[in-house]
């Protein structure tokens, strides 16, 4: 065993300090699977309750830290820390996570240098995985070492994360399968965390709006066995006196509605809810990422799109808040929704959509289904489309085509990003092993070990080739996550 200062840890927990605390400790019980028991525990410090193993066999410490800092270091980091005295060595790089106090968003239960856990209430915990590298989260297959990394599959598991990090300034991204994501490189300084909420429930759009209120309340509940986060109403017109936002004569519009959590697979929704003949959603399969990911980018195809068939929104804010927005509150556009310059929405963790029955929509679906496979690299390691479609310029449709000398010609753009880049001759091009897909011009995809600086610099030479070919700005319709 090691001992630092009055803490006693396995030794193949690593270095972890504390400040020294006097007095006595007296013994606490231990519970779970204990790999060894504290005999002690600091009078008004660190209450240690025992050691134990999560699901993967990670050892653990558990109890909750005291008001004052406690510095969580790598095994890898170097030299232990000044045994004894509270004093602590710089550390010799690797990760530092600094937790200053007692959190209130979920308390830290546990810590080593490569994981966490923060506490969701009855008994219940989630555990943040440090050092874990962004390409296993990722449809690029791209991205370094997090910070911290951890997959929510409830609610208030999202909303414990979420007030936890918010109360102890630690930064955060959510994100759903990472299938619209170019992550750095160097990896992301702060906590990722997967949205894995995949409830759903389905009922009819003729049932009134109170009973559908209560049900979906108590569906909310059971997914997140018992959500702790704090409910609010949002302000402004997207404000509702009820979760859904709709009347009851608004519902009854729609012939069945479908609530479903953010972390829901939205191919899987699409082509679950065709095959029950309803429509709305047909576009959805064969689509990578989530609801959340779908609603946050409006996103569509087939001449539809996500905000067609929404009704409801349920997001938390960054101090883990509970919010409902409706649809009629809100403004979506082509590839964008209010939440993308939302402050107070850090996650899309519920929907609801309006579905119309149709004998038609499986039917519909499987052509869409079939045509991109036809017509895209979906086994190839990509995000999807790559740039959006150019809009026409102001009074002009379709746009018109600038040659290279900056005359106007008689010919006009295609009305497609792929159907450009393809006209600029640039399928097959490469950069490091990012390559634009010689299935379609759109899709930049990761044919090997490729880098973030080697996708940077192929998405680069795109706009500039076809900037300098048809005077058109390419924007792009991924995310960047930034390391800081």
């Keep these: 065993m090691n001992y630092l200062g009055n803490v006693c840890l ?66 890898n980091d170097g030299a232990g820390e000044s045994a004894g005295t509270g004093g602590r060595r710089k550390p010799v790089g690797g990760r530092t996570g600094r937790l200053g106090g007692r959190a209130t968003g979920g308390r830290v239960m546990g810590g080593r240098g490569d994981a966490l856990a923060v506490e969701v209430g009855e008994g219940r915990s989630v555990v943040l995985e440090g050092g874990r590298r962004l390409a296993e989260v990722g449809t690029w297959g791209i991205g370094g070492p997090a910070d911290w990394l951890v997959e929510v599959t409830t609610v208030d598991e999202m909303a414990a994360v979420l007030k936890f990090c918010h109360c102890n300034a630690i930064r955060t991204v959510v994100i759903g399968k990472g299938s619209n994501c170019l992550f750095d490189d160097r990896g992301f300084k702060g906590c990722v965390i997967v949205n894995r909420i995949a409830y759903k429930r389905v009922e009819q759009g003729e049932q ?5 209120q209560g049900e979906k309340g108590a569906d909310m509940q059971n997914a997140s066995k018992g959500s702790t986060a704090s409910s609010s109403s949002s302000s ?76 409801a929104v349920d997001v938390l804010s960054p101090a883990g808040a509970l919010l409902s927005f409706s649809r009629s509150g809100l403004a979506f556009a ?44 979906i086994a190839d390691r990509s995000v999807g489309c790559i740039f959006r479609n ?15 000398g900056g005359a106007s010609a008689a010919a006009t753009l295609p009305a497609s990003a792929g ?27 990761n044919d090997g070990v490729c880098s973030s600086e080697d996708m940077e610099g192929l998405i680069v030479e795109v706009k500039r080739r076809v900037r300098e070919e048809f005077g058109v700005e390419l924007v792009e319709e991924v995310r960047r996550i930034p390391y800081d």
């Excluded at 929704?337 to 579905?355: E, K």
Aim: aromatic share 6%; charged share 15%; glycine share 12%.
């Design 236 to 311: 402004s017109s997207s404000t509702s006196s009820n979760s859904n936002g709709r009347s009851t004569s608004q519902a009854s519009a729609y012939d069945m509605l479908v609530h479903v959590g953010g972390g829901y697979p939205f191919n899987l929704l699409g082509v679950e809810c065709s095959r029950e003949g309803l429509s709305g959603l047909e576009f959805a399969g064969g689509i990578p990422g989530t609801v959340g990911g779908a609603v946050f980018m409006n996103a569509g195809a087939d001449g539809q799109e996500t905000a067609d068939s929404l009704l």
């Design 334 to 377: 082509y590839r964008h929704s209010p939440f993308q310059h939302m402050p107070d929405c850090a996650a899309i963790v519920g929907a609801t959509f309006g579905l119309k029955r149709s004998s038609e929509a499986r039917d519909r679906q499987r052509r869409y289904m079939d045509r991109r496979r036809q017509s895209q690299p």
């Design 419 to 445: 159907a450009l880049i393809d006209r600029a001759g640039l399928k097959g091009l490469r950069v490091g092993d990012a390559i634009v897909s010689s299935m379609h011009a759109n899709f930049l995809v």
């Design 10 to 75: 396995p030794k193949n927990l690593g270095s972890v300090s504390f400040p020294s605390y006097p007095g006595n400790f007296p013994r606490i019980h231990t519970l779970g699977n204990v790999f060894s028991s504290f005999p002690k525990a600091p009078a008004g410090g660190i209450e240690i309750t025992h050691v134990a193993a999560d699901k993967a066999g990670r050892t653990l410490i558990c109890g909750s830290y005291p008001p004052v800092s406690a510095h969580l270091r790598n095994r």
């Design 390 to 404: 150019p809009a026409p310029p102001l009074g002009s449709s379709p746009p018109t085509l600038l040659a290279a």
């Design 208 to 212: 009134g709006e109170q009973g559908e």
